[in-house]
């Protein structure tokens, strides 16, 4: 439900810069508020999504498919380079989840025993940061 609902902000008509970084927020808040959801949901897209049933794969793919035809939306409309929409919402993915699902790896990094709130904005800000300006229009 968390995943689902983070897309909300997603339409054609919305403002890219808006939307995108709203929607980083929504996928950060997601992994630092409910990091083992995001650990297990990763575990089981690469297991092949054994336990998901054929509904929420039919949600999970039709979420999947709007947010990268707004984007590819944006693109037709000059609003934004021309990215391939699947590859920036994988790399919105993996920029974000990675703060849940490797969590251990990043406080040994930090050197803290676990990130607080300064930490995710500046993980939010940074990834905001390279999506946005990978994204300018050319």
Request: glycine letters at 4%.
């Amino acid at each position: 439900e968390p995943i689902l609902a983070a897309s909300t902000p997603f339409n054609p008509d919305g403002e890219p810069s808006v939307v995108l970084s709203n929607y980083i927020r929504s996928k950060i808040r997601i992994s630092r508020d409910l990091p083992f959801a995001s650990k297990v949901f990763a575990s089981e897209i690469m297991h092949g999504a054994p336990h998901l049933s054929a509904d929420q794969v039919e949600q999970l793919n039709a979420q999947a498919k709007h947010n990268i035809a707004c984007i590819q939306n944006w693109v037709d409309r000059g609003l934004i380079a021309p990215i391939d929409p699947n590859h920036l919402m994988f790399s919105i993915w993996a920029a974000t989840q990675t703060y849940a699902d490797f969590d251990w790896q990043i406080s040994a990094v930090t050197g803290k025993a676990k990130l607080d709130e300064a930490d995710y904005e500046a993980a939010a800000q940074t990834i905001i940061r390279l999506v946005l300006k990978g994204c300018e229009p050319d």
